[in-house]
């Protein structure tokens, strides 16, 4: 889930040229993937070994990232375990976790 904030961000960030179009369909095959495999495998697949899905560390304790181009652009997200939902926290095309 993204919320509209984050959702107007992105807009903006690909049409200042940010980040590239095609991180939207990146983005949309990356939920895809978590509904079709549920989480658990897919933090296991290869696709998440390729976003270099991993854990955040001190004030983003309990929040992921992924990598959404060579530039350095991170999606920061939240898996609730109770529900198969993920939050989207933040979408930044740099290596920005503040």
């Known amino acids: 889930m993204i919320n509209e904030k984050i959702q107007s961000q992105l807009d903006k960030d690909i049409k200042s040229g940010k980040f590239a179009k095609e991180v939207r369909e990146l983005i949309a095959f990356w939920k895809s993937e978590i509904e079709d495999l549920g989480y658990e495998e897919y933090i296991v697949s290869l696709f998440a070994v390729s976003l ?10 309990g929040e992921r990232s992924i990598i959404l181009n060579q530039t350095g652009g991170r999606l920061i997200y939240k898996y609730y375990k109770n529900k198969i939902v993920v939050k989207v ?5 740099d290596h920005d976790y503040n």
């Open 89 to 93: 926290i933040k979408i930044t095309p």
């Open 52 to 61: 270099e899905d991993h854990q955040l560390a001190g004030k983003r304790q």
